[in-house]
């Protein structure tokens, strides 16, 4: 077990080593969810000022209310999206040459997408740290039943953003298509898993669709604990659901490796000469 | 518990699949990349793995080293299956391929010996010394705090070389390990093998270089086609043909009575001649003989009043053993 740690611990150092400091990650992880937010929110503001809006949904009645919506579904989609890269990142090791290293290694296959997944966490550290920020800035929007939720927030976020980030990387890595779901995985996201919207305003196979993404329910139970004042009981529904689909998602991950390794062998596929 | 590593009738085919139509579908007779090996790589000597290009050589390794599953067969390490007991086999084996992959260009020598150090879990104590110790051994001490990126490819394929000894291998396979390195660095990276050798590893060398293999292998496998055609030492190996010096004459102008007497020569000596003309019409002979018979040749071309145009002597070597061995209808051309 101790092994798997350091493998854990040694990959996530290894990828943020990798990719700190390129100018084309500040950019997606800081610059462009900004801008999104801002477009975002100015393109929403004039329909809420519309006298039926509030009436449907409550929190458009308060600019500042939506504001808090839309930064904490930037947030999510921000943190879920930076491990779509990190995987994206991944499977270039392929052609690289230095996955091959990695399958030389005694090192559990497991423990390397999992640590390759966590330093998308230490990546978003200033993320959260920017939010953090904000959210003391306008305490006032925050709504919190007792302070456990934030825990419970936190953990709602993480755990299954990581199982995500195992999954995704378990499978681009044998994929020789990882630009085709780099792209799928970008703007449809964020449109099914209502991180511009609420939920209710999509129609009902779009809901369907984005219950299949962690990122959806993540999202509801974040705005739930932060800007609604839920506790644990209101949010046992989405609650559960993450940990069916984190299960789900570490199941397949560990699957894809075990079905991905025993291909490549066979087919010598991990030789990109 | 058999020491070393044995392979039993190893085979790999590579499932082919060709566009038929509208569909892919698996090829009908697949070539095999490795056909019926039995080889042993016993600790403490290096071994050798010669053949021409394709010859299987890389699947070879591949396989030993666990990325690839034989299609039938067996290989064992140190009486461990590297199927069934893959993990332990990883941790006891290192492979080292010429082509400076295997490393990150965005970390530096250091880091990436410490991560690779941790992915084959060397205890931390151990790593830290064993760092230190593979930097100086391959001469980055230097440049142990640069990132790869800025390295010349020498200096790459030096980490990588160093990378493939983190984990302290019992079996080392080196593909090509001296591809594209320097004469000053190939040579001490030969002395580096033999060390390793001396000090127990079982090491598998494949290799261009036939010099390379002549002065470090004990033992020799000659493959083809993926399958064994000879083996034995470097020096048995070669004398398993008939070493032949050739030579090449071409004459200035058609003239029977010098053919007639480079008949008589070749038939006298018992030599294969072979006679055609070169791009330029002009009469060329090739004389194989086990002796260099450059004099009689010329002593009977001038005795016959014929000009000569061209003439070369090859004189036998490893190369052409293996050449003969490992592909007999290619020097008959
Ligand atoms: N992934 C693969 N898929 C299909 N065929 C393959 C694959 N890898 C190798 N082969 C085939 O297997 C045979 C042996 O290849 P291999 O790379 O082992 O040769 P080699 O002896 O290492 O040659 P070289 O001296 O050129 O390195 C070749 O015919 C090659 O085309
Ligand atoms: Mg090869």
New interface residues.
Partial sequence: MS?AL??V??EA??QH??LFGQPLVLFSMLLWPLLTLAATYYTVLPVMESAAAPQRWPVAADPRRLLAFLAAGALAYTFFFSLVQSAWHFSFERV???L????????SRMALVIGNGAAALTQNAWLFGCFAVAAATAADVLDVAHPGMYVVAAVALLVPAVAWGAFLNSLLIFSRDSAFLYTLLDDPLWFVAGVRLPLFALPVWIKVVGLAFPLTSSLVVLRGALLDRADLGDLVVPLGWLALLTVGLFGGASALLRLGE?R?????G??VF | MSTGIVTTDLRKTFPVRRWQGWRRRPAAAPVPAVDGLSLRIPPGQVTGLLGLNGAGKTTTIRILSTLLRPSGGTVSVDGLDVVEHAREVRRRINVISGGERMVYDRLTARENLWYFGQLYDVPRARLRVRIGELLDLVGLTEAARLPVERYSRGMRQRLVIARGLINDPAYLLLDEPTLGLDAPIAHQLRALIAQLAADGVGVLLTSHYLAEVEQLCRHVYLIARGSLVAQGSPAQLAGQTVRRHTVRLVLAEADPSVTAALRALAVRHDAELTVDVDDEGRPRFALRHPEDLVGAVVTAVVQQGGAVAGLTVTPPTLEDAILALADPAAVAR
């Fill in positions: 092994h350091r493998v611990a040694a150092l290894k080593r990798r690289s040459g230095t091959e290293a990695l399958f030389l290694s005694p090192a025993a490549v062998q066979r087919t010598g991990l030789q």
